[in-house]
């Protein structure tokens, strides 16, 4: 290739540099000084790759450059690994790794190593134009060796990533002494395992919260095969987890000992089980046993096991100062301990300091009548109630039939009700010591009660056939309707009852068609009092 140059104005001299290692590189041509304007180069690679070009003009004394990029003809083909196959298991400790050359690559490097891709901790070549490497002291533990060929193209290193295998197997290590199982002998023990082949770290990790906890000692990572580690004398069971790492990758093998000693659960002492509290300020406090990991103080004045009052969440210490309230009731205290990974808890009972009063309503004014179709019904909190409940209904005390608040903690609940100037039955429950209480009042609705009314068939009439549909008003007020028909009095049933129903209409088969007089009686339900009024029809 013929590289020619304009002369320029002022320059003495030229030189022309060609490489294809990066900007300002020579290894393919460097023309040295000459007042030619052009260069012939031969033998140039057709390695596809860039081809870094920089002219040099010599003015006034000191030479300036000019840089300028080409790409060669051909195209590039990067190196690779051939032997041993990509893949395969080293036959060794000692092996000779090979790559082709490649077409455009200017160097090489090979690296190996075992904590990931990438890595070099066992073998990093350099740069170098070899197209082998001879490694020895190669571990042979059947780990997988990371091998990375970086080849030098156009000035940029690229990189191939290959996998192969150790020689030999890769065994965990395992923790021998004390034997696995056993009790320990004190306070001072020193666990120690096989370094068999493989691992280069290992970890050990002891407590007594459960399956790989660590809250007695962890060892961090360590190349040693033994740790002396002071662990306590209470009798529980020490989790013991060893972690061997292979291939990159850890891996862990699980053990159980028993502490020496003798376990002891831990048990509130203060104040005395049983006994009224002080005041709203409380101190508990526990025995911390021997054994227990951790404790968790639960209050509450629902039931067995509540924690509507506190909940100390998991700790260490052996005392919780809580503020309770004076209100007279039950507080049920539960004092769990967490022994071998297993939280276990024993019950306790006390008593509030005050005195406890159910809730009552005090808005609508009990007894009074409603104003209209929502009401606000409103009671005080008491002392004590650990939650409250609304029930209203219209056919009996203690009756739900038009609303039903669930249990709540607040002291109102806005209700639509109806407003046909019946008796409303208000009944409000306190929650205290975990059993439900209840006060019952009475309201009038608004408006006017009326009678419901059969309408069809028209009363007195001759009945169609022997299936009829009786229809009546809903009246305002009913809760519940019933329709008797009969045909021995007034009143008598021995043809249809529908029993307590709140449809206004049912549908009749089997009536009589021989003309005789048919008594209906018509009954409904206001205040939890059945009213009736009777008629009369004539059989087909």
Do not use: C, H
């Amino acid at each position: 290739m013929t590289f020619a140059w304009s002369a320029g104005v002022g320059p003495a001299a030229y030189q022309l540099w060609l490489g294809t290692t990066g900007v300002g590189s020579q290894n393919l041509y460097n023309s040295g000084s000459t007042t030619a304007t052009s260069e012939t180069v031969n033998g140039l690679p057709t390695d596809g790759v860039t081809l870094f070009a920089r002219l040099w003009s010599l003015m006034n004394g000191t030479w300036q450059s000019i840089d300028y990029l080409y790409t060669e003809a051909g195209t590039p083909v990067p190196a690779a690994l051939t032997s041993p196959t990509p893949g395969s298991t080293l036959p060794g400790s000692s092996v000779t790794f090979t790559w082709t050359a490649g077409t455009g690559p200017t160097a090489y490097q090979l690296w190996l190593g075992t904590t990931g891709i990438g890595s070099s901790n066992l073998y990093n070549s350099g740069s170098t134009t070899a197209t082998s490497a001879s490694v020895t002291g190669l571990p042979a533990y059947g780990q997988t060796v990371y091998a990375t060929l970086g080849a030098l193209i156009g000035g940029v290193w690229q990189y191939a990533y290959y996998t192969y295998t150790e020689a030999g197997t890769p065994v965990p290590a395992a923790l021998t002494s004390p034997t696995p199982g056993s009790v320990l002998p004190g306070s001072s023990v020193t666990f120690t395992w096989s370094g068999l082949t493989g691992p280069p770290a290992y970890e050990l990790w002891l407590g007594t919260t459960g399956v790989g906890s660590l809250n007695l000692y962890d060892s961090g990572i360590t190349p040693a095969t033994s740790e002396t580690v002071t662990v306590p004398t209470n009798g529980v069971t020490l989790f013991a987890r060893l972690y061997s790492r292979i291939n990159g990758t850890w891996q862990l093998i699980d053990y159980l000992y028993t502490e020496s000693g003798t376990f002891a659960p831990a048990a509130l002492t203060s104040p005395q089980p049983a006994s009224t509290l002080t005041g709203s300020s409380v101190t508990f406090t526990w025995t911390g046993g021997s054994g227990p990991a951790a404790y968790q103080l639960w209050l509450g004045t629902t039931g067995v096991g509540s924690q509507n009052l506190y909940d100390s969440g998991a700790t260490t210490a052996t005392s919780e100062t809580v503020t309770v309230p004076a209100n007279g009731v039950t507080v049920f205290a539960r004092l769990y301990q967490l022994i071998n990974g297993t939280w276990q808890s024993g019950d306790y009972t006390y008593t509030e300091a005050g005195a406890f009063a159910p809730a009552a309503l005090t808005s609508p004014t009990p007894g009074s009548t409603l104003t209209g179709s929502s009401a606000t019904f409103t009671w005080t909190g008491g002392s004590g109630p650990a939650a409250y409940q609304l029930w209203l209904g219209t056919t009996r005390v203690g009756s739900q039939d038009l609303y039903d608040s669930g249990s709540t903690t607040a002291t109102s609940e806005i209700v639509t009700v109806p407003t046909n100037g019946v008796t409303v039955f208000a009944r409000l429950w306190s929650e205290i010591d975990g059993s439900w209480r209840s006060t019952d009042y009475l309201y009038t609705e608004a408006g006017t009660p009326a009678p419901p009314a059969l309408t069809s068939p028209t009363p007195g009439s001759a009945l169609t056939g022997s299936s009829v549909t009786f229809t009546w008003t809903g009246g305002s007020g009913p809760a519940a309707y019933e329709l008797w028909l009969g045909t021995t009095r007034v009143g008598s049933q021995n043809l249809y009852d529908s029993g307590a129903t709140k449809a206004t209409t049912v549908t009749v088969s089997d009536l009589p068609t021989n003309g005789v007089t048919v008594y209906a009686r018509l009954w409904w339900e206001i205040d939890a009092v059945w009213k009736s009024a009777d008629y009369t029809y004539t059989a087909q």
